[in-house]
């Protein structure tokens, strides 16, 4: 694959960037839509999840954005909060190396008022779920008369959620001669249906549209008790993470709280829980201070969670499209995954699409370990400080080690967010840490802390 240094005219500044984000070598969708990109093409591109995508739109956008100009000039709409959040956590990070960069995010879940004032202060590149990008035209908060790109990203998955007429009538918002970008896992009729809409000429660009037979190893069992079965994988197959899909929210809750009495390390994900909390279910679950997460297939897409070791479907998905995106959270990159699926006897019509491409696991062959549980070493501490108060990983780091005379193999994964922060800390210091915090400060300031449950 190229290197970084063959797009067109790009800055050193942009290169060193990169660089320093351990970016050295371009992924296929990357080299093959960067500079068509830059070059003004609109783009139509079949790329599953974990391509590199978000980069491949990214870049141009952050390259062609003029900070001069304070209003918006990229929109990216995307299915849900969550990957919303995901392309504005990469686009920031790719952005640094430009002075006033601002990016938007536009989603449900908080408050349209705060939304609202920011939009007022400007914004260069906005990120957004349909929904509420049009309550923001509604009200009139929001204008798109200076877009110059336009991407859609997932936009199979946005069809699905029946946002067709959505997204056409935020496009005809902004001026005509706008580019358009559209990425899609799967190009359903909808999908060519939308390209002819909005689309100009496009270059078709297909990359990754399937997972590698070697890449994730697929198994299905039979079973006519769904829950010892689960029990039997998880104590035979020992992964270091392991996310597990259910249909529903009310099952996500029930085998959540099953698995806990059961001695696990696990928390949920689903559509009831607001954003500071499904925010915070992906944050222990990466940090690994949860071990398992349940999901519905709300996470099947755009979160952001790396090296899961196993994936398991506890109830199939109802079609071939989101079983492939399930799957697809595990063998990520160069690692690879496995996925198993479970299937009760009458349901072997309904999975017939699974059991063509997997082999069928036997329950004998397992060697079951009775003692294993999926516990972490680590919790999390919550802090109430971000990048808002000019709190960094270093200064926690240096806080705990020296003020406070934590170890740092004791300090796992810390991430900073606008106003919080999070810190995973080995389970024997974190009492020690939140006490010593009462009375400690991080740069001459005091700050408030609380453990997660």
């Known amino acids: 694959m190229a290197a970084f240094n063959t797009i067109n005219n790009i ?136 877009i110059k790109t336009l991407v859609l990203d997932e936009a199979d998955r946005m069809l699905d959620m029946g946002f067709y007429d959505e997204i056409v009538k935020i496009a005809s918002n902004m001026p005509r001669a706008k580019q358009t970008l559209l990425f899609s896992a799967t190009f359903p009729e909808k999908i060519e249906k939308l390209a002819k809409a909005l689309l100009k000429s496009p ?57 806990y009495s059961h001695g696990h390390s696990v928390i949920d994900i689903h559509g009831d829980l607001d954003q500071r909390e499904r925010n915070e279910s992906v944050l222990l679950f990466s940090n690994a201070s949860k071990r398992i997460l349940v999901a519905t297939d709300v996470a099947s897409r755009g979160l952001d969670i790396k090296d899961i070791a196993l994936v398991i479907n506890y109830d199939l998905p109802f079609d071939k ?5 399930r799957i697809g959270r595990t063998g990520r990159a160069d690692a690879k995954g496995i996925a198993l699926s479970l299937y009760g006897n009458n349901e072997s019509e309904k999975c017939s699409y699974i059991t063509s491409s997997a082999r069928k696991g036997e329950m004998k062959d397992l060697r079951v370990d009775a003692r294993f549980k999926m516990q972490s070493d680590f919790d999390t501490l919550g802090i109430n400080g971000g990048k ?16 406070i005379g934590i170890d740092n193999k004791h300090i796992g994964k810390i991430t900073i967010t606008e ?19 009462k009375k400690t400060t991080i740069k001459k300031k005091r700050y408030v802390a609380w453990i997660i449950d």
Do not use: W
């Open 203 to 259: 270059l078709s660009i297909k990359v990754d549209t399937l997972i590698a037979e070697d890449k994730i190893d697929e198994i299905v069992y039979e079973t006519n008790d769904k829950f010892k079965t689960l029990t039997a994988l998880i104590q035979s197959y020992k992964p270091e993470s392991l996310l597990i899909f259910c249909n529903t929210k009310a099952e996500v809750m029930a085998l959540t709280d099953k698995l």
């Open 11 to 146: 800055p050193q500044a942009l290169l060193d960037t990169l660089s320093i984000l351990n970016f050295s070598k371009m992924s296929e969708i990357q080299e093959k839509a960067i500079n068509p990109i830059l070059e003004g093409k609109d783009i139509l591109a079949q790329s599953k999840t974990g391509s590199g995508k978000t980069l491949a739109f990214g870049i141009p956008a952050v390259m062609q954005t003029d900070t001069g100009n304070n209003k918006p000039q990229t929109i990216i709409i995307t299915p849900t909060r969550e990957l919303a959040e995901q392309i504005a956590v990469e686009l920031r990070k790719v952005a640094a190396y430009k002075a006033n960069l601002k990016i938007l995010t536009l989603y449900g879940g908080v408050p349209l008022r705060a939304q609202a004032e920011s939009l007022a202060k400007g914004a260069h590149i906005l990120i957004g779920t349909p929904g509420r990008i049009q309550d923001h035209l509604a009200k009139e908060t929001l204008v798109l008369n200076d």
């Open 419 to 437: 106003t919080r922060s999070y810190v995973a800390l080995h389970h024997t210091v974190i009492e020690k840490v939140f006490k010593a915090l």
């Open 388 to 403: 808002k108060t000019k709190l960094r990983a270093g200064d926690i780091l240096g806080t705990f080690c020296k003020e």
């Open 321 to 325: 499209e989101v079983y492939t995106h």
